[in-house]
């Protein structure tokens, strides 16, 4: 598959011409927005230089430390949470993303918009119109794995049947609580018509992945990387056509990864499950979609032909 941007696209990354590749139509469907902003945009408005992280996380904890070493303590109110989107939306624009998937943690409706989610779904559209009025948004829901079923199910109701959201999300520490507890709100997802997404298999196993897609009726999984462990697995993707949006810096600076050269998109992709390439957390791991492409083009994990495919799939509409 291939748009009228494919040679561009292909040429940007064999020349390693980052600026054209900027320019180029891109999708960003796993982005967590408190640290998907434009450094630039954040240093030039309050005067805060977030450094990149080096070397490899050892640990979720650590990650945390660096969230709120960083971006916490100086974000924790309405005011800075509305800012965090705005640089979300400058961040977009400055890489080419032209659609992006990006929303709030459920528990963030009553922590920073006073139970409004009129407020919530405002402050999303009017940063959009405001610095990337071109690109389509996808907004969805999130939720922590570390909450409980009842009381996410309680938080969930402003959401359910509002228009504005796209889609659905479970994130957090895979080991927190059997996936099943989590029923109940992806059968109400499905009634909403909402995709259903989930965070699986960047800690835990392939059969993992597969018992999550089919308890909770996914559509598209977050991660997923550790399905290249089991060719069963790999087959039942890609026959159902599970959608795999994969982070690779991520994985590599949370230690999940040895190198891009082996990442496991490589096998994932050529095996026939569909894949997309994402940022994660650009602040954090200096992992903005342009970057991601060009690293693995750079690293031989993929063919620029192949990594072309990938970024036209994923701006594709949903449904």
Known sequence: MRDEWSEAFINALKNRDTERLRQIPKADLHNHFVLGGSRSFICERKGLLIPALEGVLKSMQEMDQWNQEFIGKYF????????????AFVQAREDGVTVLEIGEDVWGLGQYFDHDV???????????????PDLELRLLVGLSRHCPVQWLMEQLEPFWGRPEFCSIDLYGDEMAQPIENFVPIYRKAEEYHLIRKAHIGEWGTAE???????????DEVQHGIAAM????????LAENRIRLNITPTSNRKLGRVDSYEEHPIKVLFREGIEVTINSDDVLMFDSDV??????????????????DEIRVCALQPVG
């Open 290 to 307: 342009s970057k991601e492409y060009q690293r693995l083009y750079d690293h031989g994990t993929l063919r620029a032909e192949e990594l």
């Open 229 to 236: 462990n089991s060719d069963e697995v790999m087959r039942y």
């Open 118 to 132: 009129n407020a919530l779904t405002e402050a999303f559209f009017s940063a959009r119109d405001k610095y990337a």
């Open 208 to 218: 993992d992945i597969r018992a999550g897609v089919e308890l909770l009726h996914l």
């Open 76 to 87: 924790e109110s309405s005011e800075g949470r509305r800012f965090l989107i705005e640089a």
